[in-house]
């Protein structure tokens, strides 16, 4: 379960390929896309976290893009492509969509203008006329309409093909305080079928022929017409951070705490300093300047500028990531600089998690809905684990001196074993007083059913060469689990122990130990040391003790050897004291398990001993 989620949203960084564009005229339409046919340099975190290994990247300019790299990291976690099912392309709903809310109509736009009923009611409310009235740029509306502005105080109102009312004003000729009041004004009028998804202040500074837009823009949303994750999260004491215009967005509601921010770098800035904090709940981030100065003003360049920008801070931002945070990296709609529109493009967005729960690279797929990041948001923060209810009870096996069974995991990991067969060893285990039976996957729920709590089930997993995944073994370990196995034998992945990779067989083994334990289980990792030097079991005896497993193990007994006395000395020597020892392989008399025992193992993998 995380503390902390770390929630960023790229504002406007679609990837394509929604099955509606169509419908609202964006056929084609690929932010992703544009960006990287300006600009072949890597962008390694972005890769590590699955940017590029996402489903259905087929437009051309992204496989030019990947064939110009020399390697694409591979990714640390998981990875999806997301459709919007709300009906818009906005920021306001897509954030909604985000946080749990589908809207079923899109909100109103003006492709002419504002009705002349709504002029006169901003007139009467403000006490200033209006100029413009139409669709415009941002930029260009101050550029045609600033001078005239100045000149008689009348406020420039324009849109877009989007649900907006723009409000524009010369910071010494409209002070801010009475730009956002007007603002305020606009919003209580722009209600009922009149309700834009945002009012926003567009204070502007310069001289005519030179004018620019100021950091001081202001949203007023219109309020989610229902709760959302935010509300949830606060009425259940979380902290809720925003930063950007996330406070805009949600018209203030369901938040502890706002960052405004003043662009990208500020924001990127602020999100860094957040990781410092120590807070329990959601840091909601959006970086507006991909759609704001890149999207919107249809420029590639700044957008690709901007993309490695945040690349780079965000191996900054892994870098501090704590074990118990989730980090998740979006968008909210596409704005495809490429195309002749200014205007936000219906696009899938990328879904990128690392953190905890979501260690294991995993291809999501297609997930229906931006309201499945509220899913994963609430069950990362709010979700319980339970261990389960294993009998016996896990970890009470007390061996007994005289009895060398009780040392004893009785197995049986014949390719050719019947039910029959199980029934049988659980009954001999069960007369014999052994720790354990050691049986195959298929069996586990068969052994629990046989065993009545009468001895311990184990199984094994990656078994018997320990090539699988690590996804696929976490898998089998929780099945294995879930089927009532109170201790897992795991294979560790020798092939990347010979290839030097002990990063990545650390990682698995401490994943597979976490997700064993979260159930209550014991897990022993078998080093299968016949391939090994004795280097490499020094190595791995390290390793086992720093990924928290229980036992560390010699064998499969599927190798070319099994136990050998001077392996289980050098395992005593150097594990940590709370790392056990088993031996397994060729362990055939009782002879050969005391002498095990007394070179420092305490748990014994056999087939035939006690027959």
Request: charged share 25%; hydrophobic share 35%.
């Amino acid at each position: 379960m995380a503390k902390r989620v770390f929630l960023i949203v790229l504002d406007s960084l679609g990837i394509g390929g929604a099955p509606d564009a169509a419908k609202f005229n964006d056929e084609g339409s690929n932010t992703l896309a544009a960006v990287l046919s300006c600009s072949d340099k890597p962008f390694p975190n972005l890769a590590k976290m699955g940017l590029f290994a996402i489903d259905g990247e087929d437009d051309s300019r992204i496989l030019s893009y990947k064939k110009a790299q020399d390697a694409i990291p591979s990714p640390i976690g998981s990875y999806a492509r997301v459709r919007e099912i709300s009906a818009g392309k906005d920021s306001t709903i897509g954030h909604w969509e985000i946080a749990g809310i589908i809207s079923d109509r899109p909100q109103p736009t003006y492709p002419d203008g504002f009705p002349e009923e709504i002029i006169r009611k901003l007139e009467k409310a403000t006490g200033r006329g209006f100029l413009c009235n139409k669709p415009y740029s941002g930029t260009d509306v101050i550029r045609d309409y600033g001078e005239e502005h100045i000149k008689t105080g009348k406020l420039i109102i324009y849109t877009s093909a989007d649900s907006v009312l723009q409000i524009a004003a010369h910071e010494e000729t409209v002070p801010l305080e009475e730009l956002y009041d007007i603002c305020r004004k606009a919003r209580e009028i722009m209600t009922g079928d009149d309700a834009v998804g945002r009012v926003i202040a567009r204070p502007f500074t310069g001289e005519p022929g030179n004018f620019t837009r100021t950091a001081n823009r202001h949203d007023f949303s219109l309020a989610a017409p229902s709760s959302t994750m935010l509300d949830l999260l606060k009425s259940e004491g979380y902290d809720v951070i925003s930063i950007g215009k996330i406070y805009d967005l949600f018209a203030g509601r369901g938040l502890t705490e706002s960052n405004p921010t003043q662009g990208n770098t500020d924001g990127i800035g602020k999100t860094i300093a957040m990781m410092d904090r120590d807070f329990t709940g959601l840091c909601f981030v959006n970086l507006v300047d991909f759609d704001m100065k890149y999207g919107h003003r249809n420029d590639i360049k700044g957008y690709a500028e901007a993309m490695h920008e945040f690349d780079d801070a965000l191996g900054t931002i892994l870098g501090k990531m704590r074990e118990d945070d989730l980090l998740i990296i979006t968008a909210d709609h596409g704005c495809d600089p490429s195309t002749p529109s200014t205007d936000h493009s219906r696009e899938c967005i990328p879904l990128l998690i690392s953190g905890d729960g979501y260690r294991v690279p995993c291809n999501m797929g297609e997930l229906t809905g931006f309201n499945n990041i509220a899913g994963i948001v609430l069950t990362a923060l709010m979700s319980r684990r339970y261990e389960r209810d294993f009998c016996p009870e896990t970890n009470t096996n007390t061996p007994d001196e005289d009895n060398i069974m009780s040392y004893v995991d009785l197995t049986n990991l014949k390719t050719t074993a019947k039910e029959e067969d199980i029934r049988e060893l659980i009954e001999r285990a069960v007369s014999l007083k052994t720790a354990s039976v050691c049986i195959q996957p298929c069996f586990v729920k068969d052994a629990v059913r046989f065993s009545q709590g009468r001895v311990a089930v184990c199984t094994v997993i990656g078994f018997p060469n320990g090539y699988q995944t690590t996804g696929t073994k976490i898998y089998e370990a929780k099945e294995a689990c879930d089927n009532g196995a109170s201790e897992i034998d795991m294979v560790i992945n020798i092939n990347f122990v010979k290839s030097g990779r002990y990063d990545e067989v650390f990682d698995e083994i401490r994943l597979i130990a976490e997700a064993v334990h979260e159930k209550g289980a014991l897990l022993k990792v078998i080093i299968e040391t016949c391939d090994l030097t004795e280097d490499e079991k020094i190595r791995l005896c390290r390793i086992v003790s720093e990924a928290k497993a229980d036992f560390i193990k010699t064998s499969t007994g599927f190798g070319s050897a099994g136990a050998k006395v001077e392996d289980i000395v050098l395992m005593r020597d150097n594990v940590s004291p709370d790392v056990r020892i088993k031996a397994a392989g060729g362990i055939r008399t009782v002879d050969s398990a005391r002498e095990m025992i007394g070179s420092g193992a305490s748990r014994i993998g056999a087939s035939k001993l006690g027959e």
